[in-house]
């Protein structure tokens, strides 16, 4: 059964940095690629960040390019989003999500069919 359950969410004042965790369970990191999503409140979510599955190619929203790093850790089965320079628009509930592809073609508009809970991340002074 996938599962996937982030974490490492909270306060930080704006220039602040945060590392979220996305722990999955239920299949092999390297099989599947892996997608940060966010949705502040009032908006519609929004893709962050996706790393594919067999060799961790990196992909960004424009909004956190340069700020914002996905990696992972395929022995821990964990992907890490780690946050730079934080600013109150990236206050929202972080989610992370995956589907049956390897790759991050179309991954900030394609549906992943298995998310987490989410992690909330506040940014304010």
């Known amino acids: 059964q996938v599962q996937l359950v982030e974490s490492g969410g909270g306060l930080v004042r704006p220039g602040g940095s945060l590392t979220l965790s996305c722990s999955a369970s239920g299949f092999d990191l390297q099989s599947r690629a892996i997608a940060w999503f966010r949705q502040a409140p009032g908006k519609e979510r929004e893709g962050v960040s996706c790393?594919?599955?067999?060799?961790?190619?990196?992909y960004y929203a424009d909004s956190v390019m340069g700020r914002f790093t996905i990696s992972k850790d395929n022995a821990k089965n964990t992907v890490y989003l780690q946050m730079n320079n934080l600013k109150p628009d990236d206050t929202a509930v972080y989610y992370c999500?995956?589907?049956?592809?390897?790759?991050?073609?179309?991954?900030?508009?394609?549906?992943?069919?298995?998310w987490g809970q989410g992690t909330r991340v506040t940014v304010s002074s």
């Open positions: 790393i594919s599955g067999p060799f961790g190619a990196d």
């Open positions: 999500a995956t589907d049956l592809s390897p790759l991050c073609v179309s991954w900030g508009t394609r549906v992943f069919n298995s």
